[in-house]
């Protein structure tokens, strides 16, 4: 299963911005889906997670200003970033798991390539 992440970019203190990631494969189902991100010389951090029929999990840093959404039909997640802040300038990562048919009906754990949010003036 390959996950395709967009949407980061360059943005003044205050912004927005979205991000999207497709999943694409051999899936039979899409069970969590999240977003994690890793700023210059600090671990990677889950910023929000969303599983099929549960609530999102929130970082506590973001909560209030970004939201996660995925549209299931088209296997994507989405994180609207509001109010953005210089301290959340990072590379931003898709994650999903769930299972997959190739070469067999087994679990899987992927992660998306990674997308550069800058927030700055």
């Known amino acids: 299963v390959q996950l395709q992440a967009s949407g980061g970019g360059l943005v003044q203190p205050g912004g927005s911005l979205t991000l999207s990631c497709a999943a694409s494969?051999?899936?039979?189902?899409?069970?969590?889906m999240a977003w994690y991100r890793q700023a210059p010389g600090k671990e990677r951090e889950l910023v929000a997670r969303l599983i099929s029929g549960s609530s999102p999990i929130y970082a506590e840093s973001v909560k209030g200003r970004f939201a996660i959404s995925r549209d299931n039909a088209k296997k994507t997640v989405y994180l609207q970033m509001n109010m953005l802040e210089p301290e959340d300038t990072a590379v931003y990562y898709c994650n999903a798991d769930g299972m997959e048919t190739t070469p067999m009906l087994r679990p899987f754990l992927s992660w998306g390539q990674g997308t550069q949010v800058t927030v700055s003036s």
């Open positions: 494969g051999s899936i039979f189902s899409l069970d969590g």
